[in-house]
Structure formats: structure tokens, C-alpha cells
């Protein structure tokens, strides 16, 4: 069992950066990978970006590329999505989630944190 809570979110304007961060509670957290999704009102979760159990393997939606950077310390058991040059269409609520798979999936990741909320105002 992994519990994962997302902090860092908050209401920031356009071009501004924010950095979340995804506490895992457990020993095994450096054995899953880990994912960042999204929601927006009225749409459905997205992917975000992902990362590999030992951080070596990271990939990115093409919408964040160059902007998102996710990153992850299994000392700490926690996981980082900095955000910077954020744009009014990131607003949505984040979600971090572990899995036994690297995957853009949702399906694939077994664990989810109860979100925090991004607002990004132009």
C-alpha cells in the first residue's frame, strides 16, 4: 500500500512557476514508477509526465514539454512536478500516482493522491 498527498498548489498568473510535490508514505516507493495527471472543469484526467522508478526514464505530454520538469527523491519518498512559463490552460487539479508500470495510462497506476488545485490567472 502506498498513500500519496500532493501539495504546492495554488493560484499563480500566467508565467509564473509553481512546484508540487507528491509525499509517498511506505518503504517501497523507489520501486514504482511514478505519474503526474490533470483535470479540468469539464474535461476529462490527462496525462502529465512520468517518471521511471529510479528517475533515470522521464517523458512529458507534448503541451508541457520544455515547461514541466518531474523529478523524484526515493530518500525523501517524494515526488516534484516543477512548473514554470505556466499558461491560463494548466489550470486544473493535479494528481500524483504510483504504479508498477511506466505508462501514460491512467489505468496502469494503482495509487492516487487527493489532488491540489492549480490556478494559473492571465
Known amino acids: 500500500q502506498v498513500q500519496l498527498v500532493e501539495s504546492g498548489g495554488g493560484l499563480v498568473q500566467a508565467g509564473g512557476s509553481l512546484r508540487l510535490s507528491c509525499a509517498a508514505s511506505?518503504?517501497?516507493?523507489?520501486?514504482?514508477?511514478m505519474g503526474w495527471f490533470r483535470q479540468a472543469p469539464g474535461k476529462e484526467r490527462e496525462f502529465v509526465a512520468r517518471i521511471s522508478w529510479s528517475g533515470g526514464s522521464t517523458y512529458y505530454t507534448d503541451s508541457v514539454k520544455g515547461r514541466f520538469t518531474i523529478s523524484r527523491d526515493n530518500a525523501k519518498n517524494t515526488v516534484y512536478l516543477q512548473m514554470n512559463s505556466l499558461k491560463p490552460e494548466d489550470t486544473a487539479v493535479y494528481y500524483c500516482?504510483?504504479?508498477?508500470?511506466?505508462?501514460?495510462?491512467?489505468?496502469?497506476?494503482?495509487?492516487w493522491g487527493q489532488g491540489t488545485q492549480v490556478t494559473v490567472s492571465s
Open positions: 500516482a504510483a504504479g508498477n508500470e511506466i505508462s501514460t495510462w491512467s489505468g496502469k497506476y494503482d495509487y
Open positions: 511506505g518503504r517501497t516507493f523507489s520501486r514504482y514508477a
